[in-house]
């Protein structure tokens, strides 16, 4: 999951729509979308993504892959977030 605050530092309210840049195999599973966001207001947001397993079950951990969540509002960007992710095998039990 990857919490969001989207911010409209405008006089009106604006649409914004939200995605994610993905590694294969990886996918969106809730959060990709519009979100109102009120004048001078602060929305809260997330996107939630499913992870494959890892390819090789012996290895600890996979090199990181890049996500990139993005933005816009009236068909120009609003923003950009790039995250770092490892896979790696769960260090607590369920």
Do not use: F
Not at 24 to 40: C, E, F, I, L
Not at 62 to 83: F, H, I, Q, Y
Request: proline fraction near 6%; charge should be positive.
């Amino acid at each position: 999951m990857i919490p969001l605050w989207v911010h409209n530092p405008t006089d009106a309210s604006h649409e914004v729509t939200l995605w994610a840049d993905l590694p294969a195999g990886w996918t969106v599973s809730n959060g990709a979308g519009k979100v109102v966001v009120a004048a001078k207001q602060t929305a809260a947001a997330r996107i939630e993504i499913n992870l494959p397993a890892l390819a090789d079950p012996k290895k600890s951990k996979e090199d990181a892959r890049e996500v990139t969540v993005r933005a816009e509002s009236n068909r120009s960007s609003v923003g950009v977030v790039k995250l770092r992710v490892e896979l790696r095998k769960r260090a607590l039990p369920e």
